[in-house]
C-alpha cells in the first residue's frame, strides 16, 4: 500500500503544477492534495503486494487440486461406465 511518503510526493507533483504565480497558494494546495489522495486511496480498500503474493499462491494450489479431482472424477466416470457395459 501507498505510505505517506509516497502520497507525499504525488502531493509535490501536483503542486509543481500549480502557476508560479500562485506561490502563496502552493502550501495550501499540497496539503489539500495530500489529504484528498489519502481520503481517495483509503477508499479503494488495496492490499499489499505480499498479500496479493499469498493468494496468487492459494489460488494456484486451489487450480492444482481442482484439475487432480477433475482428472479424479474422469477417471473413476470411466470405471464406472466400463462396469456398465
Known amino acids: 500500500m501507498m505510505g505517506r511518503r509516497d502520497i507525499d510526493q504525488i502531493a509535490l507533483r501536483l ?3 500549480v502557476p508560479p ?4 497558494a502552493h502550501k495550501d494546495l499540497r496539503a489539500n492534495f495530500h489529504d484528498i ?3 481517495g ?3 479503494l480498500e488495496l492490499v499489499t503486494r ?3 503474493d499469498v493468494q496468487t499462491q492459494v ?3 486451489t487450480r492444482a487440486r481442482v484439475e487432480e479431482l ?7 466416470e470411466a470405471t464406472m461406465s ?3 457395459a
Do not use: P
Open 15 to 17: 503542486v509543481s503544477l
Open 50 to 52: 505480499e498479500e496479493f
Open 70 to 76: 477433475e482428472k479424479r472424477v474422469a477417471e473413476l
Open 59 to 61: 489460488l494456484a494450489r
Open 21 to 24: 504565480g500562485m506561490v502563496d
Open 37 to 39: 489522495l489519502a481520503q
Open 41 to 43: 486511496l483509503r477508499h
Open 82 to 84: 466400463s462396469r456398465g
